[in-house]
């Protein structure tokens, strides 16, 4: 009898187990690009604007799925789920600028028809010989219709306006992207924030350490391609120690990477360095891992328009 339930409980272990292979990975940049993508495909004028761009994101999704299933490395499943979240981004700003243009010839045809409409009643009014009173009305009519017809003129053009800042903004996080991928380019409210990992000085060091050499270069290098972009350099700590040294520690890195970018050539009134101390964790300080993540300096990218 007992050799039968582990014969039982063997089988009902195994079946789980393999259960739980057949279970595909899961990844949240896959995922949010695939939603993207399904959000985007929804949205009217979708096929008739934007089909290339998300044809482009659907093929770069497919690279993404297929690299997380063959367990390729991190990186290239990063960066293939980026590329299929940029085309979607493109897609939607094509969709937001096609919009806008109806909204604007729409807003331009519906002011003509009431002008020319209003026009016709002013005239059957005189025509009529209506009294002063109705005359007037009907002036007072034409203008309200025109600053309607205006301020829907507007608002289109303004729409239009703001998807075209939107893609230029998508644009230069493109490049972003590409020149400086190692250090996590990101769209905040903030701007664009690089991050850079503790790897770059010593526990409990303010030195930059060898290895971050060229990451400090490659930052100077595009910090002096865009002259009008500045930065605010941010330092973080995690909770092990006091908070009045964790903030002295932070603001010392955080002057590090300061002094080492004037020293290549970027000009000192473009840098502003900022101790943060350990009051903005990104991950719990209850693991090594998740204080590794909170021990880090950030870069805030605030770009020129």
Known sequence: MTRLKNSAMFITLSFLMAAC?????RNAEIENARESIQRIEGR??????????????HAALRDAEEYLRRGRSKSEISN??????????????QIANASAERAVANAKHEREVIIAQAHQREAELRAQQTATAAQQDAERRVRQAENRALTAEQ?????????????????RLEELQKQLADLQPKNTDRGVVLTLGDVLFDSGKATLKPGAVPKIDRLAAYLKRNADDSVTIEGHTDSVGSEEYNQDLSQRRADAVRTALISRGVNADRIQAS???EGFPVASNDSPSGRQQNRRVEV????AQ
Do not use: F, S
């Open 44 to 57: 009217p004028l979708a096929g008739e604007v934007a089909a290339q761009e998300l044809e482009a994101a």
């Open 80 to 93: 293939a789920a980026y590329l299929a979240q940029r085309h979607a981004d493109i897609a939607e700003q």
């Open 21 to 25: 292979a057949t279970t595909p990975p």
């Open 275 to 277: 101790g943060k101390g």
């Open 155 to 171: 608002q289109a053009e303004e729409a239009q306006r703001r998807a075209q800042e939107a893609a230029t903004t998508n644009q």
């Open 300 to 303: 805030v990218l605030n770009q």
